[in-house]
């Protein structure tokens, strides 16, 4: 159990355009997801933590209004890439949690990645 | 501020040697978690092993082990008789104790050689 997915795995677009990217928990309820993004050769940096029915918290130096999070269901969380540019090109990973709140010992199951590259 | 470092960018293992890798964090908090992923060339990320901040004992899954030194604030991954699959990126995480917020480390690459 505890699986994640993300669609699409790769995508391709011009610069100007919105790109988005869906991430599922296939057989758990995920109260919680979070994005991350990583540069090739680099570790992966969180961007937003997301919470099922509230609005996403933005990490520092991340443009909210650029990388839109939506969290509708308890399933399903998306990342809207607005207005995307070359320099957005990267690997796009979500992360999903079965439960929120100060817990220790707590696994995050992540999804595939998406590659977006913006041409 | 939170923070994993990993100081070795690449490491070479013979296969079927053992091989640690280095993990070292900071943080003020008193509750948090340490992770180990490893990341293969899809880039899909595999959850290795958990240590707890409380945890009196070393953390082990099948071959991966956690050498857990708290006043040290290391947690290095052990992998014992490495095999050609192990060879990935490896990263080592922290919770920042509050929301399950990862941070991740630099990784480290480690290529296993026949």
């Known amino acids: 159990g505890a699986v994640v997915s993300q669609h699409p795995s790769w995508v391709i677009c011009k610069s100007g355009t919105s790109v988005k990217i869906e991430c599922r928990s296939l057989?758990?309820?995920?109260?919680?997801m979070f994005w991350y993004r990583q540069f090739p050769k680099q570790s992966l940096m969180l961007m937003a933590t997301?919470?099922?029915?509230?609005?996403?918290?933005?990490e520092q130096g991340v443009e909210k209004d650029k990388f839109l999070i939506n969290h509708a269901s308890l399933t399903l969380s998306t990342l809207t890439v607005t207005s995307a540019h070359p320099e957005d090109s990267s690997f796009y990973i979500c992360?999903?949690?079965?439960?929120?709140?100060?817990?220790?010992?707590?696994?995050?199951?992540f999804g595939p990645g998406t590659r977006l590259t913006v041409t | 501020a939170q923070k994993i470092t990993q100081t070795q960018p690449g490491m070479f293992v013979q296969e079927k040697e053992a091989v640690t890798l280095d993990c070292t964090y900071d943080?003020?908090?008193?509750?948090?978690?340490l992770f180990w992923y490893k990341q293969p060339s899809s880039g899909e990320m595999i959850f290795l092993i958990y240590?707890?901040?409380?945890?009196?004992q070393n953390a082990t899954e099948g071959r991966y082990s956690l050498n857990f030194q708290k006043a040290r604030k290391s947690a290095n991954l052990v992998i014992s008789a490495s095999q050609l699959g192990d060879s990935a990126m490896y990263f080592c995480?922290?919770?920042?104790?509050?929301?399950?917020?990862?941070?991740f480390g630099a990784g480290t690459r480690l290529a296993v050689h026949p």
């Open positions: 992360s999903a949690s079965k439960a929120s709140g100060l817990q220790e010992g707590y696994e995050q199951y």
């Open positions: 057989d758990f309820q995920a109260t919680t």
């Open positions: 997301s919470n099922e029915g509230s609005k996403a918290t933005y």
């Open positions: 943080t003020s908090d008193q509750s948090y978690g």
């Open positions: 240590q707890g901040s409380y945890d009196e």
């Open positions: 995480a922290m919770d920042t104790g509050g929301y399950n917020k990862l941070i």
